[in-house]
């Protein structure tokens, strides 16, 4: 069922006020993808703290005009396809790492962009940022990387403490 002007103008105030309370925004086409697998998704992406909106891009083009975003909209008017928007509230990442995952085992699905902040990234762009590890596996390598001086010394220090108990215990078996 078409939907009215003042129901239209209500979406658009509602997506423009979602849009600004995310930490990123990840355009896809799902067109071919089939509902058992795109409800999926969207419990992925909820489960991470993140939605997904399927919304036409008529719609997003003008809520991108009325909030003074021409070049953004020019964007979404290119795209070929049916659109849906993945939010991204509490982790930047996570919606472009969960979309990622689920194209590479659906093959109908793309990534067409993105939008973090007022910047746009493009498909390869999103592609590069959902391939770096999780900001966990992040920490927890820069916390090896601040250990492994200290680790190395303490290893040093009980090298030498080794080398006198082997040196005191072939004395006393001979």
């Known amino acids: 069922m078409a939907k009215t002007k003042e129901q239209k103008k209500i979406i658009i105030t509602d997506l423009g006020q ?9 355009m896809v086409d799902f067109s071919g993808v089939d509902s058992k697998s795109f409800f999926k998704l969207r419990d992925d992406l909820k489960d991470q703290g993140c939605s997904l909106r399927v ?3 008529t719609l997003v083009t003008k809520m991108l005009e009325s909030t003074k975003q021409p070049a953004l909209a020019q964007k979404i008017e290119e795209f070929k396809g049916q659109m ?23 093959k109908k699905f793309k990534i067409l962009g993105a939008m973090l902040g007022n910047d746009f990234y493009s498909n390869t762009q999103v592609t590069a940022l959902a391939q770096l ?6 920490l927890g390598q820069l916390v090896g990387t601040l250990q492994a001086p200290i680790s190395g010394l303490v290893n040093v220090l009980q090298g030498n403490l080794r080398g006198l108990v082997n040196v005191v215990d072939a004395i ?3």
């Open 18 to 26: 979602q849009m600004k309370e995310q930490k990123s925004v990840v």
């Open 55 to 57: 919304v036409k891009k």
């Open 84 to 106: 849906a928007l993945a939010f991204g509230i509490a982790d930047e990442v996570a919606p472009a790492k969960l979309c990622w995952n689920f194209g590479k085992t659906n």
């Open 133 to 138: 590890p999780s900001k966990q596996q992040l």
């Open 172 to 174: 006393s078996k001979k």
